[in-house]
T-cell receptor
Framework: DAKTTQPPSMDCAEGRAANLPCNHS???????VYWYRQIHSQGPQYIIH???NNETNEMASLIITEDRKSSTLILPHATLRDTAVYYC???????????FGQGTRLTINP | SAVISQKPSRDICQRGTSLTIQCQVD?????MFWYRQQPGQSLTLIAT?????????ESGFVIDKFPISRPNLTFSTLTVSNMSPEDSSIYLC???????????FGSGTRLTVV
């Protein structure tokens, strides 16, 4: 798995877009970028993943730079329930396991 | 995506004893994964469990301390043996969610060793 680097913490106001960056400068061509989040005292929850195109689902959008060395997870209208630790993981689909870094602790403020 | 039931949700155990954690999945899966999350830390993979073969342990984890069973394609157990206070952690199981759902995690077992 490629190493990922995320800021340890971020704050965002409720109702605003939360933009969480992730650096994965050593990502290889077959590695996807996955995002998970862990709300306090719960198991991690899958959010979204992508290879090179931008992706959007009901939870979030994922923007991957053209050189694939970094990406941004966007929560378009953050709510208090989005307060969690967000993990960015670069791995191939055949890797068959996830390796978690330290993630970004996102706090949504009222 | 798969749904995981993990039991117990929490326990307080005496040092020197063992605890077995159960993970039940609502669909057949090839691999199941066991993670440990120490207080304030990220998740660390303990081992990967395939049905019909011995589990594959990550560096720093050994079978004598964390024996794993995988009797069928929907169930696995992790035992934390001869516990010490340093084993106080959240233990989570995980499976591939299938399709576009990434990996699914159980709600975890919060273990406190006293």
């Amino acid at each position: 798995d490629a190493k990922t680097t995320q800021p340890p913490s971020m704050d965002c106001a409720e109702g605003r877009a939360a933009n969480l960056p992730c650096n994965h400068s050593t990502i290889s061509g077959n590695e996807y970028v996955y995002w998970y989040r862990q709300i306090h005292s719960q198991g991690p929850q899958y959010i979204i993943h992508g290879l090179k195109n931008n992706e959007t689902n009901e939870m979030a959008s994922l923007i991957i730079t053209e050189d694939r060395k970094s990406s941004t997870l966007i929560l378009p209208h953050a709510t208090l329930r989005d307060t969690a630790v967000y993990y960015c993981i670069a791995t191939s689909k055949g890797a068959q396991k996830l390796v978690f870094g330290q993630g970004t602790r996102l706090t949504i403020n009222p | 995506s798969a749904v995981i039931s993990q039991k117990p949700s929490r326990d307080i155990c005496q040092r020197g004893t063992s605890l077995t954690i159960q993970c039940q999945v609502d669909s057949q899966v090839t691999m199941m994964f066991w993670y440990r999350q120490q207080p304030g830390q990220s998740l660390t993979l303990i081992a990967t469990a395939n049905q019909g073969s011995e589990a594959t342990y990550e560096s720093g984890f050994v079978i004598d301390k964390f024996p794993i069973s995988r009797p069928n394609l929907t169930f696995s157990t992790l035992t934390v043996s001869n516990m010490s206070p340093e084993d106080s952690s959240i233990y989570l199981c995980s499976v591939e969610g299938g399709g576009s759902y990434g990996y699914t995690f159980g709600s975890g077992t919060r273990l406190t060793v006293v």
